[in-house]
């Protein structure tokens, strides 16, 4: 699974969470989970456990610390997916 | 520097926290899972401890923290029962304590943070979009026209005519809105 394909399945869970549709007019990998897509950060740990699910991997707290933009997970699940090939 | 959090309970059941071992895992340290195994209301047990992880937080950036995603950086220790009605406890991030207070209610679960010694404080509640309402009683309850705004670090702050800066803590879940400001 290349970066592309992770970002679009990243994307969808992250708008299951999303309370409000505009955010998703002015995005990109750079926008701030919780202050520009205006996810409660509870949520986020609904989203760290889906993105577990998705991918069969484990988000340590030390990688949950570094959860900041879009591009941050896709990075994390990279990385994971990486380590677990090896 | 406040820090709060409101829960608006009916959207908290939907998620079914209480019910997930992953989701305690990833949110309560060891001596609070301790605490939740006992509590004889895990649903209500389980947000209360969030409220004061998430209002503890808010205040820690206030004072400059940096940020950060892991609820278990957050150690709460309950003073009082986590059930029905008022309560307080305290909370330690990176060796800062804080002290938390609050209340759990059929519909609402409510909690406030500040820095030990700091001036008593004062909670606004309105419905949801009441931002101006709020202007307006603050503005009352200071004696002088306050705007809200925010601030560099994207924290809400009350600012005066003179732009005098008072900070405090915003939150919002389900249809209300609640503010936290320091005492005049």
């Known amino acids: ?86 | 520097m406040p820090g709060n959090d409101l829960i608006w309970l009916a959207l908290a059941r939907d998620v079914a926290w209480e019910q997930r071992t992953k989701v305690l895992a990833k949110v309560l340290t060891s001596a609070e899972r301790e605490i939740f195994e006992q509590a004889g209301d895990p649903f209500r047990c389980i947000w209360a401890f969030w409220a004061c992880k998430e209002a503890a937080y808010k205040a820690w950036l206030q004072m400059g923290g940096w940020a950060f995603n892991n609820p278990k950086r957050i150690e709460i220790k309950f003073e009082t029962n986590c059930s029905y009605g008022s309560f307080h406890s305290s909370a330690r991030i990176s060796g800062q304590p804080f002290e938390i207070s609050g209340f759990i209610g059929r519909h609402l679960l409510f909690a406030s943070a500040q820095r030990p010694g700091e001036r008593a404080l004062r909670h606004f509640f309105f419905p949801t979009g009441s931002e101006k309402a709020f202007e307006k009683a603050a503005s009352c309850y200071y004696g002088s026209p306050l705007i809200l705004r925010k601030n560099k670090r994207n924290h809400p702050v009350l600012v005066d005519e003179a732009g005098k800066i008072i900070e405090i803590s915003k939150s919002h879940d389900g249809p209300l809105l609640a503010f936290t400001v320091p005492e005049r």
């Open chain 1, 1 to 86: 699974m290349n970066k592309e394909e992770i970002k679009e399945k990243v994307i969808s869970i992250l708008k299951k969470y999303t309370r409000r549709e505009e955010v998703w007019e002015n995005f990109n990998d750079n926008s701030d989970i919780l202050n520009d897509l205006k996810i409660n950060s509870a949520r986020l740990v609904d989203i760290i456990l889906d993105i577990e699910d998705e991918f069969d991997l484990e988000v340590d707290d030390e990688a949950m610390d570094h959860i900041h933009t879009i591009n941050d997970v896709v990075e994390i699940i990279a990385e994971k997916k990486a380590e677990k090939k090896d």
